[in-house]
């Protein structure tokens, strides 16, 4: 095996690739394409549960010519396999090597795709290819922008052709997207991409270095967020702190005191989720209040309280029409369409 210090600052070497929704067929397809001699490593985060085991690695080293495994705290950059990060852990990349992190989530993700694409672009620069294929919303948009901004070369799957299309449509808006190809395009790309001179980069910047170690539990950037953010109107809906509004490569995010990293779109649709948990919880209380106000009424009756049964009827019809109306808004939350559109989500101002 070469070392980093062998194989670094050489070539695009080092390829980032992340997925949701759809991403496992996306993700055979593009392994199943690579070559047995590719000469770049190949890093993935797929969104997966916090609990349970993930048989992503299996599934990759089945269908292609690349050992795959899960990434380990401390593996160093191999060309040639394929490192996936484990559920509920962020992968980091440093120096050369990789490890794990049970850093804020980011978009209610961890793994986030953001992470791996950020903390690369931050340590390697142009050395980084960054790659976007089939999921919802817009993680790894902000990823992209990061490898771009560092120099890098970016890719995305034609969301006409994917499973789910809003995050390449997301990172498409997002920055200047250098191709957009199908799946099978994209591995004959990245097996001529990885063999290319990595060209010099701009330098890293302050808002990039210290979201990087965020992700990684630094405890001099844990709290730094009003460092590198102005306070907005909003609060965390992980952990209801204020959060910070950056701005950085022409797009806006959000970021509270502990790191929480929500996207426009992402934080819209936490709060759309938020706003239909209370609303069942409303209903609940609705129903309930109108069983418990039928018979304390029912009781009443059978006392001879007529004018106390009468004021309990009144309640439970109250809660009833209450609980109709709240129904409805149940209707509409959810048969409401949740994405917003790409090009008003990742505009900055």
Known sequence: METGEQWSARRRDVVVVGASAGGVEALVELVRGLPPDFAGCLLVVLHVPPTGASALPRILERVGDLPARHARSGDALERGTIVVAPPDHHLVVYDDAVTLSRGPTENGHRPAVDVLFRTAA???GSRVVGVVLSGTLDDGAA?????????GH????????ALHGGMPRSAIAATDVDEVLPVRMISARLAELVREEAPGGPPLSEVMEMEARMANLDPAAVGATGDIGVPSAWGCPDCNGTLFEIKEGGITRFRCRVGHAWSASGLV???ASSVETALWVALRALEEKAELTDELGRQATNRGHRLTAEQFERQSQEARRSAAMVRDLISRA???EQDVPPDEAMAGG
């Open 122 to 124: 931050a340590v390697l």
């Open 143 to 151: 990823g992209l922008v990061a490898v771009k901004l560092r120099g």
């Open 154 to 161: 970016v890719l995305v799957q034609d969301p006409e052709e």
């Open 269 to 271: 649709a936490q709060q």
């Open 334 to 336: 959810t048969g409401a």
